[in-house]
């Protein structure tokens, strides 16, 4: 009887071994287009719109969608999201990486070997200009720095057809 017993503990133990499930499959993804447009505002904020086109690998699940941002400086309730249409409402800074808006696509998360197109509007980042250094002592520039969100060779894969639009205030003179 303990032979049996055995027996089938060990047989119960190898058949979990067996049938314990794989860890979630590492996220693999192509962003087969992205445009950005920076608004630069008059007030010395800007606002971000992005366009995704995700195309998600088999066996991934693109579930939440960090963004990051160019300073913490931004007003989170001034950004919104969809996905293909549809509003998305969990919206809330990362709690791993900083400055980053996480976008939580929940039932609308783009599942393995499906596309799907992702927009976020951030409305106000400030602290975005800066006085330039100029020769000239009688003439104040204003300078910023950008550069549009990314996903690195460890997620995203493929190549990228990407538009970046600067909107600059109208009443900038092109000197």
């Known amino acids: 009887m303990k032979k049996k017993l055995l027996s089938l503990l060990v047989l119960l133990l190898l058949l979990g071994s067996i049938l314990t499930p794989v860890a979630a ?63 998305i409402t969990d919206i809330y800074k990362s709690d791993v990486v900083d400055p980053v808006v996480s976008i939580g696509l929940g039932s609308l998360a783009i599942l393995g070997g499906k596309s799907g197109q992702l927009h976020v509007m951030i409305g106000t980042v400030r602290d975005m200009f800066f006085e330039a250094d100029t020769p000239s002592k009688t003439e104040a520039y204003a300078s910023f720095g950008f550069s549009p969100n990314w996903y690195g060779s460890d997620y995203a894969y493929g190549s990228t057809d990407m538009t970046v639009n600067i909107f600059l205030p109208p009443d900038i003179k092109s000197d």
Do not use: C, H, M, W
């Open 25 to 87: 499959a590492n996220l693999r993804f192509q962003v087969t287009r992205q445009v950005v447009n920076l608004y630069l505002n008059k007030t010395g904020t800007a606002s971000i719109e992005y366009f995704y086109d995700f195309l998600n690998d088999q066996g991934s699940v693109i579930d939440i969608v960090d963004i990051g941002l160019p300073n913490s400086n931004y007003d989170l309730s001034s950004v919104t999201a969809e996905i293909d249409g549809n509003k």
